[in-house]
């Protein structure tokens, strides 16, 4: 599944700062690209809920520094032909995120 206009799970700071993403072998990783990929902020909220990933105590919340929340975030990318990376070949190349917000 194509990362636009989809959710992705991330972790926030106490002042709401995006801090990580969590990957499809529950790991945080630091790019949205490496995400595991909802079709919608229902999923997204779900699979919160069911890991228990708003919890501090979560052993995978634990990895990270100044976690304090994890939320659901809407991605829309934009593929930009004119970008020197773009290689129609490798659709990773050229993706610009053109908003990350939740």
Do not use: C
Not at 6 to 17: H, I, K, L, Q, S
Not at 43 to 50: C, P, Q, R, W, Y
Not at 52 to 80: G, M, Q, W
Request: proline share 6%; charged share 25%.
């Amino acid at each position: 599944m194509p990362l636009d206009n989809r959710y992705v799970v991330a972790a926030f700071d106490a002042e709401g700062e995006r801090i990580a993403f969590i990957s499809p072998s529950f790991e945080w990783v630091q790019s949205a690209r490496k995400a595991d990929i909802f079709q919608s902020q229902i999923d997204a909220n779900g699979f919160i809920e069911k890991n228990n990933l708003s919890e501090k105590s979560n052993p995978k919340a634990s990895e990270l520094i100044n976690f304090d929340h994890a939320r659901a975030v809407y991605v829309r990318v934009e593929i930009k032909t004119s970008s020197p990376e773009y290689d129609p070949d490798r659709p990773n190349r050229g993706i610009i995120f053109s908003g990350i917000s939740g």
